[in-house]
Antibody
Framework: QVHLVQSGGEVKKPGASVKVSCKTS????????ITWVRQAPGQGLEWMGW????????KYAQSFQGRVTMTTDTSTGTAYMELTSLKSDDTAVYYC??????????WGQGTPVTVSS | EIVLTQSPGTLSSSPGEGATLSCRAS???????LAWYQQKPGQAPRLLIY???SRATGIPDRFSGSGSGTDFTLSISRLEPEDFAVYHC??????????FGPGTTVDI
């Protein structure tokens, strides 16, 4: 069975950074990319970016360029998303999802990140 | 950049009734790149439909997707109590990546 298990919730101060992990199991990690999506309270889904688990290349949404870094550890089947220079409107639930062609077929449970002074 | 609009914003219905949700793209898109997700409170989204009309693994056949060009539809033939949720449409483009619609809430 395919599983994506994310790290626990975080509370950060403005200006800090957060790094969320997404540990996968049940499939060959390098066969599927990983996409990161976030959802602010009461809002819709916002795409942050994608990483190829095979080559390691990335594609980031323009709104996060310069602040987000996505990486993988193929030895453990884990993907990471780091977001820097946090602001209050970065408060959201952050999701990782396995990427199959043009859709997202398995999702992590979500990691709540709260940015507050 | 493609913008997705979903209607209605909220659909009030009852178990046993059918539901039709709309997703409209700001310009013509490939149906291969259109997907639908269901999201319940406190849960991650779940893939329902990919490539506009193909059901994902384990999705009941009361869910169906259709459409082409700029207009796409998610139909639920007979609402079950567990179907009351938010439904998101999503487009993938090679330039701008994934784009989501604002969502339609189906409630009782």
């Amino acid at each position: 069975q395919v599983h994506l298990v994310q790290s626990g919730g975080e509370v950060k101060k403005p200006g800090a950074s957060v790094k969320v992990s997404c540990k996968t199991s049940g499939y060959t990690f390098s066969n599927y990319g990983i996409t990161w999506v976030r959802q602010a309270p009461g809002q819709g889904l916002e795409w942050m970016g994608w990483i190829s688990t095979y080559l390691g290349n990335t594609k980031y949404a323009q709104s996060f360029q310069g602040r987000v870094t996505m990486t993988t550890d193929t030895s453990t089947g884990t993907a990471y998303m780091e977001l820097t220079s946090l602001k209050s409107d970065d408060t959201a639930v952050y999701y990782c999802a396995r990427t199959i062609a043009t859709s997202l077929d398995y999702w992590g449970q979500g990691t709540p990140v709260t940015v507050s002074s | 950049e493609i913008v997705l609009t979903q209607s209605p914003g909220t659909l009030s219905s009852s178990p046993g009734e059918g539901a039709t949700l709309s997703c409209r793209a700001s310009q013509s898109i490939s149906s291969r790149s259109l997907a639908w997700y269901q999201q319940k409170p406190g849960q991650a989204p779940r893939l329902l439909i990919y490539a506009a009309s193909s059901r994902a693994t384990g999705i009941p056949d009361r869910f169906s997707g259709s459409g082409s060009g700029t207009d796409f539809t998610l139909s639920i033939s007979r609402l079950e109590p567990e179907d009351f949720a938010v439904y998101h449409c999503q487009y993938y483009g090679s330039v701008f990546g994934f784009t989501f619609g604002p969502g339609t809430t189906v409630d009782i």
